[in-house]
């Protein structure tokens, strides 16, 4: 059972977040992040920017990527990362790695992906949001419980969700490389943070509900160490 704790906003959420992460870094100053992207994680980069640590020997995997924008896009995941976390928490971008960013072709990306991550020694700490959908990292409903790296559709809902960061709703990308649900299950441990009344039903479906394809984030309760950090909002249906 994931552990739930009910947190005043966002920026108390980023605080805790941070406190985990800080205290995975303590025990282990190499570990391996697994970073998120969206607005939910920003708190909790703040967060932890502000805390200093000592990032050198750290090495992060962006759990998503669109498919199909021009290199260097603002809105691409590579440049949110680098933009939302690597600078500001002052991570070698050499350690840093986004699925499809090693030049190669985009079929096999998955599996490169995954034998990165592996060679890596695995993630030990993956940050986690939840769209709408249900959805962790780019998986929608629908996605295998034991899925790697992968191609996936966007929904619907999701492009129109992720508009606001785009021009135009025709921009936004119908496809994404992404961790699959079984890369997110063999993270060490897991933080899930949702915040507003619209992620309600998606965090009381991940923590409480039954664990189905049908709503992805529902993973997590396979997963034994796993903090959902939600404001009260997106608690209000547990
Ligand atoms: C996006 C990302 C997810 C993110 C989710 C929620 O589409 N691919 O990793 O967790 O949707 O986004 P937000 O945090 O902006 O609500």
Known sequence: MAEVVIVRDAEAAG????????QVLRDKPDAVLGLATGSTPLTTYAALAARRPDLAAVRAFALDEYVGLPEGHPQSY???IAREAVAPLGL???KVRVPGDDGGPLAGAGDRYERAIAEAGGIDVQLLGIGRTGHIGFNE????????????????????DNARFFDSPAEVP???????LG??????????LAFGEAK????????????????PG???????EVTVIVDEGAASRL
Do not use: M, N, W, Y
């Open 15 to 22: 605080e805790l977040a941070a406190s985990v992460i800080e």
């Open 78 to 80: 590579r440049a949110v």
């Open 92 to 94: 070698d971008p050499a």
């Open 141 to 160: 409903p629908g996605s295998s419980l034991a899925s790697s790296t992968r191609i996936k559709t966007l929904t619907e809902q999701t492009r129109r």
């Open 174 to 180: 119908k496809h994404c490389l992404t961790q699959g």
């Open 183 to 192: 890369t997110i299950l063999r993270s060490r441990r897991l933080i899930l």
């Open 200 to 215: 309600a039903d998606a965090v009381a479906g991940a923590v409480e509900g039954p664990v189905t394809a049908s709503l």
């Open 218 to 224: 529902s993973v997590i309760q396979l997963h034994p």
